[in-house]
């Protein structure tokens, strides 16, 4: 189950993303990087750079979205993706700290370390809490439940509980 405090998370650190991009590009990340320089020597032409870059990105995009059809677990692996690239952007004061100096995306970047720290801890809380209910098959929270003879169950509303606890003999 995607919580709303995750969803928050996720919105936020979408924003970020979004300005740490800008920033990048206005301080010429491309120039300092070096695997930008790579991949650069992949290609010929900017056009060539740019198909490539589209076709990466949209089938990233694709696995993403066959996620999105999966169970609450799938979908919450599916956002597992975006917290690792939160993660990931730590190398920006990282390599400010190492140089002595500027990085390009270093101010923004500085963001998503105690963003992606709380995006993890709610993530792993909602993956420890996401089932599928046995009335309806939605993903489920940490609060519904139902006491079986055998064993609790968690349900996805009080209404499912209602009616797997009346299936109960």
Known sequence: MITRRLRLLTITGIVLMLLHGVEEWLSGFFRVDPAFEYVASLVSTKQEALFVSFQITWWLLLVLFALLTFSAKWRLRGLGLFGAVM???W???ASS????EYYPGTVTAMLFVPLSVAFWVEFLR?????AVCPVC???VGADSM???PDRPVRVCSEACSTRLGSDVP
């Open 146 to 148: 139902v006491v079986l």
């Open 97 to 100: 700290l190492l140089s002595g």
């Open 87 to 89: 993660v990931f952007e």
């Open 126 to 130: 909602a993956y420890r809490c996401a």
């Open 137 to 139: 098959s939605n993903p």
């Open 91 to 93: 190398m920006h004061p």
